[in-house]
């Protein structure tokens, strides 16, 4: 199974709005999703602190700052 993982963190709306896309989205397709909170490993937060949310796909960096479905659609059907 392929898993998907959102980074974020706290109080980020462009998070919340992330996680609910791709919840709608593993009722069309089958995926692990993974929320990574970017503020509890020092690595994540520098890399993505200003760039949350960031979707990945095992470990590949499909999108930044909004969910593109289409992207993540084709990334996860291919």
Do not use: N
């Not at 929320?35 to 602190?49: A, K, N, S, V």
Request: aromatic share 6%.
């Amino acid at each position: 199974m392929k898993t998907i993982t959102l980074y974020t963190k706290p109080d980020c709306h462009l998070c919340h709005e992330a996680e609910h896309v791709l919840r709608a989205l593993q009722q069309e397709l089958l995926f692990e999703l993974v929320l990574t909170d970017i503020t509890q490993d020092p690595e994540l937060f520098e890399r993505y602190h200003y760039d949350i949310p960031v979707v990945a796909l095992d470990g590949v960096e499909l999108c930044r700052h909004r969910v593109d479905v289409d992207e993540v659609r084709r990334a996860l059907t291919t």
